[in-house]
């Protein structure tokens, strides 16, 4: 089976490469030369535990392609997929303008069935442009040529990408033939044999369960920031509350965990979006517009700790921080609590020295020379007055808090996601805050 995926990026190249991993013909388009050219030499522009290995397995087999050009291969493959991306407009809602290039292309130049699926995050509402852009593009050209569109979201998370798509809780799939299921159906069925579910939708139901479970998702995280937030104003422990109600099967355990706010490139843009999708429809999304205010405040809240602690006098002070992607695993700074604590701190007049495991040339392509990059985790907090912890990432859990001890000028760390024990801290002589828990 023959298939092209339009978009190089996380999603475009993520399902591609293990689309081919199970036997598939993959041609990934993207207009980007460099990038096109970069990944034929074996050069992975994202970074993903695992990925770089599968790409050159399956580009030297013969499995997986990479061209500029979707007229390549588009008289060859059976579906095409679009993984282009969704930016939000100034407003918030997606801007579709890539996803409908992809559309009049597909319109322009096919010559036999397709089946033209959307694996980007879309609002409800896009498949019938999609539909009619390749509809106005068959009619310039006086063909009537059979297609059907679906809509196929996906669900991976950065840094477990390759075993979401290879062992997905789900495959949600929205059609409007019989014919289309079947290809789909053909497609997904190397994966079926891990036993997971293919759910067949209607097009807009599948369009809107994305949104939908992310928005939920951010929400849980939202209200557990909330409720960490209170927490602290009344001497409870919102770890102690976690537990509690996560322990009732109706709630669950699941993304209870109190942080400094949610980033990357879908809580955010997708809660916007759904938002703006409802004010469109006459509908306003009342809780998720109170999530996206309480996420905003939840990405200042170490800064706000930070200078509660020394009485608001920041001016001159050295700020170490470990971690700068949104989260462990991932170089993705989109959105991340990182950028909005270092703006602030800058402005408060601090230096800033920084260390990721992954994200610093990213950090560093964002935020050029305004912050200093340290060489590792104990160079970072040397002479620091205060390290804040943004990233969870596995080699922060254990450090050698002698050396961090000896080597800050004051020792104070503000835990921005709740990974040390707050007993276990005060005992070793560090001044300690985190998010939810009592001050000890």
Known sequence: ?????????????????????????????????????????????????????????????????FTTRLTDCLNDVEVVFTAVGTPPDEDGSADLSYVLEVAREVGANMNHYLV????????????QKVKATILHELEQRGVNIDFDVAS???????????????????????????????????LYA????????????????????????????????????????????????????????GSDSRIGSKFLYPGCGYGGSC????????????????????????VEKVNERQKAVLFEKLKQYYHGNLQGRTIAFWGLAFKEETDDMREATS?????????????????DPVAMKECRRRLGDSVVYAK??????YDADALLLLTEWKQFRLPSWEVVKCSM????IIDGRNIYDPVEMKDMGFDYDSIGRPRI
């Open 267 to 290: 809580f955010p843009k997708d809660v916007k979006a759904l938002i703006r999708t409802a004010e469109k429809a006459g509908y306003k999304m009342e809780v998720l517009s109170a």
């Open 1 to 65: 089976m023959k298939i092209a995926i339009v978009g190089t990026g996380y999603v475009g190249l993520v399902s591609g490469t293990c689309f081919a991993e199970m036997g598939v013909d993959v041609t990934c388009v993207d207009i980007d030369a460099d990038k096109i050219q970069r990944l034929q030499q074996g050069d992975i522009p994202i970074y993903e535990p695992g990925l770089d290995e599968m790409v050159l397995r399956n580009f030297k087999e013969g499995r997986l392609h």
């Open 116 to 127: 033209v699926v959307t694996k980007s995050t879309v609002p409800v509402g896009t498949a």
């Open 409 to 412: 000028k004051h020792p104070v």
């Open 339 to 355: 950028l909005v604590t270092i703006k602030n701190l800058l402005e408060a007049g601090c230096t800033v020295k920084v260390f």
């Open 152 to 186: 196929n979201p996906e669900f991976l998370k950065e840094g477990a990408a390759i075993k979401d798509f290879m062992s997905p809780d789900r495959v949600v799939v929205g059609v409007e033939s019989e014919k289309a299921r079947n290809l789909m159906s053909k």
């Open 376 to 381: 590792d985790m104990y160079d970072a907090v």
């Open 190 to 245: 190397p994966f079926m044999l891990n036993n997971f579910r293919v759910i067949f939708t209607d097009i807009p139901s599948a369009e809107m369960i994305k949104y939908a479970a992310n928005s939920m998702l951010a929400t849980r995280i939202s209200f557990m920031n909330d409720i960490a937030n209170l927490c602290e104003l009344v001497g409870a422990d919102v770890n102690m509350v976690r537990k509690g109600i």
